[in-house]
């Protein structure tokens, strides 16, 4: 499928498609449908995913479930202190036979790329990332080389164990579209993995539900849908209200004004929408802004988190009227 433009047809076709991805992803996930969903919006939005929460709640077997249920490669990278950036990008090895140096690729050539527990790894080897992750390429010994579409980052990191790790600078945080917290499954969810998954390998068990062609093509048709004028003023309106606030030091950057408006379209897209709508920005303020921004010592002593904020600027923003996004 090559479709370019957001028709009826390529529009019913994506909404079943990713709807498969989903149903595909939810055998091993259970009970974590908007988690799963917000995943392939960010798939089809072609950003990058920051899994963000305690051990155990299945962050990095929702990063290896969207790779495998898209039929895609995929390559995990273990992040540790004394990982290296030429592990993660590759690096030019000699060829005495041959009198030249030849690259040898590194794990980030590949279409899903997991990065388990991120913050562990050094600042110098977390920005082994940054062009992979902005460009979708890698630069070694004055040599470009291009990753192969369709591409996502899924990294998972912990929240709550702060020995020996990094955190993430701003501007590696400011390139994930997104931040999502898995949470804990209700009880009957996990009454059902205990009586689904308790004998068996549920990963083993999952059939792909699609594959990188046409995934990229889902791309295609995600950046053709519709956003008016009046949209983008919204979303401008949004990410400026992050700068102006005095409960933040730090408001989110013309590049989370772009990822928001992408998610947004994409998110149309999944729903069989040619156009986007203000619930669509809404639904997907919080996921795409709230780990770029920083509270100030007004919001810390207001006790206000970035999640709070976003929050509350939302009510605050006037939301287009639906004549002008029709």
């Known amino acids: 499928m ?8 390529e529009l019913e076709y994506v909404a079943q498609a990713t709807g498969a991805i989903c149903d595909s992803i939810e055998t091993v996930i259970e009970g974590k449908r908007d988690v799963i969903e917000l995943a392939v919006t960010v798939l089809l939005a072609e950003g990058h995913l920051l899994v963000e929460d305690v051990p155990g709640v299945g962050k990095t077997m929702l990063a290896k479930s969207l790779a495998k249920a898209i039929g895609s490669k995929s390559r995990r990278i273990q992040f540790t202190p004394d990982l290296l950036p030429s592990d993660v990008t590759g690096v030019s090895i000699y060829r005495p036979e041959l009198r030249e140096f030849e690259f040898k690729p590194g794990a980030v050539f590949t279409n899903v790329v997991i990065g388990d527990e991120i913050n562990r790894a050094s600042p110098k080897t977390q920005s082994a990332l940054l062009e992979c992750m902005e ?9 470009t080389h291009p990753l192969e579409p369709p591409f996502i980052v899924v990294a998972t990191q912990n929240p709550i164990e702060m020995e020996g790790t990094y955190p993430l600078p701003e501007a590696q945080r400011d390139r994930f579209m997104a931040r ?8 009957a969810a996990e009454m059902d993995m205990l009586e689904h998954h308790a004998g068996r390998d549920p990963l083993g068990q999952l059939a ?11 791309i295609q048709i995600a950046q053709a849908v519709y956003a008016a004028d009046a949209i983008k003023d919204y979303v401008v309106q949004i990410v400026r209200a992050t700068r102006e606030t005095p409960l933040l030091r730090l408001g989110a950057s013309p590049r989370a004004a772009l990822h928001l408006l992408r998610a947004a379209k994409a998110r149309a897209a999944i729903g069989g929408r040619g156009h986007v709508l203000p619930d669509d920005v809404q639904s997907l303020a919080a996921a795409v802004l709230a780990h770029r921004l920083l509270p100030s010592t007004d919001g810390s002593i207001a006790r206000r988190s970035a999640l709070d904020v976003v929050g509350d600027l939302l009510q605050q923003v006037p939301v287009p009227q639906a004549r002008a996004v029709v």
């Open 2 to 9: 090559t479709a370019l433009t957001a028709g009826p047809r």
């Open 135 to 143: 460009e979708r390429q890698v630069t070694a010994d004055g040599v």
């Open 180 to 187: 999502v917290s898995m949470g804990y499954p209700a009880p």
């Open 208 to 218: 792909p539900a699609s594959d990188a062609a046409t995934v990229q093509a889902m």
